[in-house]
């Protein structure tokens, strides 16, 4: 037994024994502590000797399991070698099968062998006539199709030789009755033109043109009528007689009885050039309705609502600027050159009246040069007067004394251009070319067409249709047109940039009063997000119209003058003449 097991037992012994005669044993009974540990040796002597005992059965016993162990090990040794002989000559008899059936197999594969070449042997044969005897049938149908593709040929040749002459006789057929279609219907045609002609020339014939103008033709603007009317005349055919003008008609009482004179001598259309004709052309239109009367600049015919009596204006601020952007690009070219006047550069513009006409006019002009030179600043000079050579001229040389870099004008003498060719100040002209007089200043000038307006209005009357109320020319209808550009006064490229700026208002990709651009229109510092013009013009000028939407303001689209009376930044007014 292991010793460490041995003398826990012993311990255990000894003190339980202990534990005995401490606790268990009778209080009342004392016990000596020498006659306790006799006691105790005692037991544990006799513990020990049980033990020993214990010991000895223990180790007999192990002794005999040892034995019965290696007794029953020698058992299934024999055992083992037993079945491991066995296993041996199974195997061995298995080898010996498997060797008789390897033999088997190779003695089947190769009998099958032989049996599959002789097969292909057979098969070889049997394809080898089957080959011969389907190349023959081949070669007889080849020949027979080539028979049939031969005959069909031959056919078909018959048959497009058919066809062909039948096609030729129907072409023939259709082409003598197409030839005899087309002369009648040009037969038709020719004579529906030739009463139409007859028509538009009798009724152009019928047309009698006079016209009422405030000057002649010493004032640019009434020249721009005149010539716009003998261009219309021109090109319509007009006679001379059909045509009648009256020249340096007053906005007065004078425009009246010069209307009753022109329809005593057979006009059936009057028009008059100035702003204020416009109530004695009403006064005429309601006491003859079978007259039609014109109206330039005016601004009642959408209200008076007379079916005679109409109003025609253009889109010229888009003409004044594109005059602007070239005033602009000079104005570059003078800062560049470090010959500014001032610190920045400086307009000036001579105005007439303190009207929309004339406020839609200069502040289009600015908002042109804006565009391609931004500290650019203006100062407006109005003179009372649509032509006064005197003040304009005086109006002209006020502004180049107050350091303007340019001049531009809404007047129509020569005043303002003289006065720059004096100065040696580039001028932006107005209603013409002033280049002639003032070769070294001026630039362009804008302008509008009225040749299209009257076509328009004499072919409307001569064909019995009705002439718009308000009419309003453009860039595309040839209405708003710029004179050359004088090369030798105009900044270099100017051409170019006014072609593509040009395109830019026909598509509508750019807008003069353009109002969403930040910093480009604004007032009192403020950008302008509405507006109200006066379009129905009563006499307490009531503002009755918003006109700015989509972030533009709509000139000219409500009716065709003017509208657009704003005070913008920028320009500065040195006074007013209503």
């Not at 016993?61 to 066995?86: F, G, N």
């Not at 100065?423 to 001026?442: H, Q, R």
């Not at 309003?472 to 550009?485: A, D, Q, Y």
């Amino acid at each position: 037994m292991n010793k460490k097991i041995l003398a826990a037992i012993v311990a255990l012994v000894v003190l339980a024994v202990a534990a005995y005669f401490l606790f268990i044993k009778p209080a009342d009974k004392p016990v000596e502590p020498a006659t306790v540990v006799e006691e105790v040796k005692e037991a544990a002597e006799n513990a020990a000797e049980t033990v020993a005992d214990k010991a000895e059965e223990v180790k007999e016993a192990a002794s005999d399991a040892v034995e019965a162990a290696a007794d029953k090990v020698e058992e299934v040794a024999d055992a083992a070698a037993e079945k491991v002989e066995e296993v041996k000559e199974a195997a061995s008899d298995a080898v010996d099968a498997a060797a008789e059936k390897v033999e088997e197999v190779k003695e089947a594969a190769s009998d099958a062998v032989d049996a599959a070449a002789e097969k292909v042997e057979e098969v070889k044969e049997n394809v080898e006539e089957a080959v011969t005897d389907a190349a023959d049938a081949a070669a007889g149908k080849v020949e027979e199709v080539k028979e049939a593709a031969a005959d069909a040929v031959e056919a078909a040749a018959d048959k497009a030789e058919e066809v062909k002459e039948t096609v030729e006789e129907a072409v023939t057929e259709a082409a003598d009755t197409a030839a005899e279609k087309v002369e009648e219907v040009a037969a038709e045609a020719a004579e529906a033109v030739a009463d139409a002609a007859a028509e538009v020339k009798t009724g152009i014939e019928n047309v009698k043109l006079g016209a009422i103008l405030l000057h002649d033709e010493n004032s640019t603007y009434d020249l721009n009528f005149i010539n716009g009317i003998n261009d219309a005349a021109k090109l319509l055919g007009l006679a001379e007689e059909q045509v009648i003008i009256k020249r340096n008609i007053p906005e007065g009482q004078e425009c009246f009885e010069a209307a009753e004179q022109l329809v005593d001598e057979g006009c059936t259309i009057i028009f008059a050039d100035s702003f204020g004709h416009e109530s004695f052309m009403i006064e005429a239109a309601k006491k003859y309705p079978n007259v039609e009367f014109c109206h330039a600049t005016g601004t009642m015919a959408h209200t008076e609502k007379l079916d005679n009596f109409h109003n025609a204006f253009a889109e010229i601020y888009e003409g004044r600027y594109l005059a602007g952007v070239a005033a602009g690009l000079k104005l570059n070219e003078i800062k560049e050159a470090g010959n500014l006047k001032g610190e920045k550069p400086l307009m000036g513009y001579v105005g007439a009246y303190t009207y929309a006409e004339v406020i839609s006019g200069y502040t289009s002009f600015y908002l042109g040069a804006k565009s391609v030179c931004p500290d650019v600043t203006m100062k407006v000079q109005f003179t009372g007067s649509w032509y006064d050579e005197t003040e304009e001229k005086n109006a002209a040389e006020a502004l180049i004394a107050a350091g303007c870099d340019l001049i531009s004008q809404h007047a129509d003498s020569m005043g303002a251009p003289t006065a720059c060719e004096d100065a040696g100040i580039p001028n932006v002209s107005y209603n013409g070319s002033t280049v002639e007089n003032c070769p070294k200043t001026f630039i362009v000038a804008s302008r509008i067409d009225w040749a299209p307006y009257f076509q328009y209005i004499v072919n409307q009357k001569a064909a019995g249709e009705k002439i718009a109320t308000d009419w309003t020319g453009t860039i595309e209808t040839g209405s708003v047109v710029l004179t050359e550009v004088n090369d030798q006064a105009a900044a270099a490229g100017t051409k170019d940039e006014l072609e593509k700026v040009k395109a830019e208002l026909i598509a509508g990709t750019r807008k003069v009063f353009d109002t969403a651009t930040e910093n480009f229109i604004t007032v009192d510092g403020a950008a302008v997000t509405t507006y109200m013009a006066d379009v129905d013009t009563d006499p307490a000028f009531t503002k009755d119209t918003e006109a700015v939407i989509d972030g533009y303001f709509h000139e000219s689209e409500y009716r065709s003058a003017p509208y657009f009376d704003m005070s913008i930044d920028g320009i500065e007014l040195l006074n007013s003449k209503f």
